[in-house]
């Protein structure tokens, strides 16, 4: 037992909003890349149209827990999830293997969960992510937004004009893009093409948005343009977003939660956190201590 490491066996300090208002949650997750375990029986809560930001230092495990969340793990080998992510109340992790690796870790004890048949295409595009490099397809702007949506619905020509439009007026690039639409999408600056993406991830009308570092490759205009979008993105969508910016974290999210070593450590209201934390790893990271 002396082999444990110790923030493993410390106190954490977790207030979680009511189970009701949820969209997605994990719970107790663990994650594995190959033998190696990055997350520990991980809790992540994740409110309806708010915005929950994952802080913490490098390889504490904030982009493994976001790439659990729509299971794109799954296009690795060797990279696995034992635990329970729940999307409207329903088990994403319920596969034949995953509840096999679950057992073995729980037992049988799964009474009470709804179990229905995982279709991880359509979970996708229930729970859509935006990378930290902007990553637009080498087409046309138009063809960008429409990429997902021609995966998984038949569109008419006028219905695919009005759903690329909304998407680019609520990823507020509209105005800067109207009339360039079959223009190439990498001739757009960085910020653009982050907005692009954000567009191109909603036209699908997900219902969670995942961002991982989307604006550290930006700069402060178009940084502060991005979190406007954010914000009010917040109306119809559910968004969590990684970022190593405490200011951006403490700007625009809802809920705070702090990792260390593959392990939620804090996650209070955001306000919370960063005024009165009560870990004091939690402390040490907010006031710039370490990280
Ligand atoms: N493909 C991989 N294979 C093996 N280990 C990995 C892989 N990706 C990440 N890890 C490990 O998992 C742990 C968590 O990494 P992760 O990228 O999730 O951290 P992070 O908090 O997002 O870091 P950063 O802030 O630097 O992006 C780290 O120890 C990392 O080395």
């Known amino acids: 037992m002396n082999d444990i490491p110790a923030h493993l066996t410390e106190e954490v300090h977790l207030a979680f909003p009511s189970r009701d208002h949820l969209a997605i949650e994990a719970r107790k ?22 915005i929950t930001a994952l802080i913490g230092p490098s390889g504490c495990g904030k982009s493994t827990l976001l790439r659990a969340l729509n299971r794109i793990y799954d296009l ?10 729940l999307l409207d109340g329903h088990d994403v992790l319920a596969d034949r293997k995953s509840l096999a690796l679950l057992r073995e870790r729980d037992g049988g004890d799964d009474a009470g969960m709804v179990r229905s048949p995982v279709d991880v295409a359509g979970l996708r595009a229930r729970v859509g992510m935006v990378f930290q490099k902007p990553t637009p397809f080498p087409m046309s702007i138009y063809d960008n937004v ?7 619905q038949r569109k008419s020509r006028a219905e695919m004009d009005q759903i690329v439009e909304k998407a680019l007026r609520r990823a507020a690039l509209w ?29 699908v009308e997900p219902d969670v948005l995942l961002l991982d570092e989307p604006a550290s490759a930006l700069d402060p205009v178009s940084t502060a343009k991005l979190e406007e979008t954010l914000i009010e993105l917040r109306e119809d969508f559910t968004i969590v977003i990684v970022t190593h910016n405490l200011q951006q974290a403490a700007r625009i999210s809802n809920h705070t939660g702090f990792m260390y070593l593959g392990r939620m450590m804090e996650f209070q209201p955001t306000e919370e956190l960063f005024a009165n934390p009560r870990g004091q790893r939690t402390r040490d990271y907010v006031t710039g201590r370490f990280g």
Not at 146 to 152: C, Q, S
Not at 175 to 193: A, I, P, T, W, Y
């Open 175 to 203: 105005d800067e893009v109207k009339d360039k639409l079959h223009s190439s999408g990498l001739g757009l600056s960085g910020g653009q093409q982050q907005r692009l993406c954000v567009a191109r991830g909603i036209a």
């Open 29 to 50: 997750l663990d994650f594995f890349y190959g033998k190696t375990q990055a997350l520990y029986g991980v809790d992540l809560p994740v409110e309806r149209h708010k």
């Open 146 to 152: 429409a990429f997902g949506v021609r995966l998984y």
């Open 76 to 85: 690795y080998p060797r990279q696995h999830a034992v635990g329970r992510i």
